[in-house]
C-alpha cells in the first residue's frame, strides 16, 4: 500500500474543516448525519471538533441494480435519520465518487424542509462525478486510484487505518 493522506494531513484538515462549518453556523445548532458505513470515523472526528452543539444522527444507505422490462434502474434506499423539519443538516460522508446516491439523498431530505442542507466529504472524486452536485466542505480533491483506510474498505479490510492509501494493482 502507498500513502496518499497521512494521518496528520486528515486531522489537520478536519480540524480546518470543523473550523469553517463552526464558523458558518455560529450560534446555530447542526444536525449531523453520517452515511454508514464508510463515513464513521471522518464524522467522529470531525463532530467531536465542531464547536457548536450537534446533533448526530446515522443513515444507511443502500443501491441496488434492477431490471425492468429490459431497462437498467438503479434503487437507493436509505434508513430515517429522524425529525429533521426546520433544521440545519449537515451529511457526512468519507468520499464522493459518481454523486448519485450524495445527490439522491440530499433530494430526499429537502423533501423533509429542515431549515438547510449542507454536505461535508473528506475526498471528492470529482473526475468520476455523473450528475451536477455542490459540496460544501471537501477536504481533498483526488483524481487517482481507489483509496483504502480511514472508514473505506477494501473487501471487508483496511476500514481501522489512520490514513488513506492506495492498494496496488493486482
Given at each position: 500500500m502507498?500513502t496518499?493522506?497521512?494521518?496528520?494531513?486528515?486531522?489537520?484538515r478536519?480540524r480546518?474543516?470543523?473550523?469553517?462549518?463552526?464558523?458558518?453556523?455560529?450560534?446555530?445548532?447542526i444536525?449531523?448525519i453520517?452515511?454508514?458505513d464508510?463515513?464513521?470515523l471522518?464524522?467522529a472526528?470531525?463532530?467531536?471538533?465542531?464547536?457548536?452543539?450537534?446533533?448526530?444522527?446515522?443513515?444507511?444507505?443502500?443501491?441496488?441494480?434492477?431490471?425492468?422490462?429490459?431497462?437498467?434502474?438503479?434503487?437507493?434506499?436509505?434508513?430515517?435519520p429522524?425529525?429533521?423539519?426546520?433544521?440545519?443538516?449537515l451529511?457526512?460522508?468519507t468520499?464522493?465518487?459518481?454523486?448519485?446516491?450524495?445527490d439522491?439523498l440530499?433530494?430526499?431530505l429537502?423533501?423533509e424542509?429542515p431549515?438547510?442542507?449542507?454536505t461535508?466529504?473528506?475526498?471528492?472524486?470529482?473526475?468520476?462525478?455523473?450528475?451536477?452536485?455542490?459540496?460544501?466542505?471537501v477536504?481533498?480533491a483526488?483524481?487517482?486510484?481507489?483509496?483504502?483506510?480511514?472508514g473505506?474498505e477494501?473487501?471487508?479490510?483496511?476500514?481501522?487505518?489512520?490514513?488513506?492509501?492506495?492498494?496496488?494493482?493486482?
Amino acid at each position: 500500500m502507498k500513502t496518499a493522506f497521512s494521518e496528520e494531513q486528515i486531522q489537520v484538515r478536519v480540524r480546518a474543516l470543523a473550523q469553517e462549518i463552526s464558523r458558518d453556523y455560529a450560534g446555530e445548532i447542526i444536525h449531523a448525519i453520517g452515511i454508514l458505513d464508510s463515513a464513521f470515523l471522518f464524522f467522529a472526528d470531525l463532530v467531536r471538533r465542531i464547536s457548536l452543539p450537534v446533533h448526530c444522527h446515522f443513515v444507511k444507505m443502500d443501491a441496488a441494480d434492477r431490471s425492468e422490462a429490459g431497462i437498467l434502474i438503479k434503487q437507493i434506499a436509505y434508513s430515517s435519520p429522524g425529525k429533521i423539519a426546520g433544521q440545519n443538516v449537515l451529511l457526512v460522508d468519507t468520499v464522493v465518487a459518481s454523486g448519485i446516491t450524495l445527490d439522491h439523498l440530499v433530494q430526499q431530505l429537502q423533501m423533509e424542509h429542515p431549515r438547510s442542507v449542507k454536505t461535508a466529504v473528506l475526498i471528492n472524486r470529482e473526475d468520476h462525478r455523473r450528475v451536477p452536485l455542490r459540496i460544501d466542505y471537501v477536504g481533498f480533491a483526488w483524481k487517482g486510484e481507489s483509496l483504502v483506510g480511514y472508514g473505506l474498505e477494501h473487501e471487508s479490510l483496511y476500514r481501522n487505518l489512520p490514513y488513506l492509501a492506495t492498494l496496488p494493482a493486482r
